[in-house]
Antibody, heavy 121, light 107 residues
Framework: EVQLVESGGGLVKPGESLRLSCAAS????????MNWVRQAPGKGLEWVSS????????YYAESLKGRFTISRDNAKNSLYLQMNNLRVEDTAIYYC??????????????WGQGSLVTVSS | DIQMTQSPSSLSASVGDRVTITCRAS??????LNWYQQNPGKAPKLLIY???SLQSGVPSRFSGGGSGTDFTLTISNLQPEDFATFYC??????????FGQGTKVEI
């Protein structure tokens, strides 16, 4: 059974850092692209970042470049999101999701339960 | 970046109704369009990918259509568990893979 379990969320002050983790099981983690997607309270879904199977290519939402870093450790079946210089507007539930490719596109077929990050003074 | 616009933002319907949600892309994305359902307090769930392909395990009352810039999600015979928020997402070429703003289906 495919499982994705996020951890590392919590309450931080503006300007502080936090690292989220996503533990994957039930599939060959090293062969899949992975996503981070976030959802601010009462708002819609926002794609945050993606990383290729080997970690050689990464993508970020333009507004987050320079503050967030996605990485993975395939030996530990784990995905990470390092978030620096956090802002109040980064408050959200952060989901990790597995990505599959299909003809002409990509989908996220499995999602974690989410990890809440709250940025407040 | 490609912008995705859903309409309506919310709608009211009854059990047994047929509802249609529309998603428009700011440029052509071919058929690189996914639909997700999110129930309150839950993670999103994939319903439709490749514009019209039903994800395994999803009931056949869900259907998707369209290509280019205009897409639809139709739910036939609305069930109580279908009252949720639905999002489209484009996955054309490389990221950013943007979502629509969501459509809330209410009783």
């Amino acid at each position: 059974e495919v499982q994705l379990v996020e951890s590392g969320g919590g309450l931080v002050k503006p300007g502080e850092s936090l690292r989220l983790s996503c533990a994957a099981s039930g599939f060959m983690f090293s062969t899949y692209t992975m996503n981070w997607v976030r959802q601010a309270p009462g708002k819609g879904l926002e794609w945050v970042s993606s990383i290729g199977p080997g970690g050689s290519y990464t993508y970020y939402a333009e507004s987050l470049k320079g503050r967030f870093t996605i990485s993975r450790d395939n030996a530990k079946n784990s995905l990470y999101l390092q978030m620096n210089n956090l802002r109040v507007e980064d408050t959200a539930i952060y989901y990790c999701a597995r990505v599959q490719q299909y003809t002409n596109g990509y989908l996220s077929d499995y999602w974690g339960q989410g990890s809440l990050v709250t940025v407040s003074s | 970046d490609i912008q995705m616009t859903q309409s309506p933002s919310s709608l009211s319907a009854s059990v047994g109704d047929r509802v249609t949600i529309t998603c428009r892309a700011s440029q052509s994305i071919g058929d690189s369009l996914n639909w997700y359902q999110q129930n309150p307090g839950k993670a999103p769930k994939l319903l439709i990918y490749h514009a019209s392909s039903l994800q395994s395990g999803v009931p056949s009352r869900f259907s998707g259509g369209g290509s280019g810039t205009d897409f639809t999600l139709t739910i036939s015979n609305l069930q109580p568990e279908d009252f949720a928020t639905f999002y489209c997402q484009q996955s054309h070429k490389s990221p950013p893979w943007t979502f629509g703003q969501g459509t809330k289906v209410e009783i």
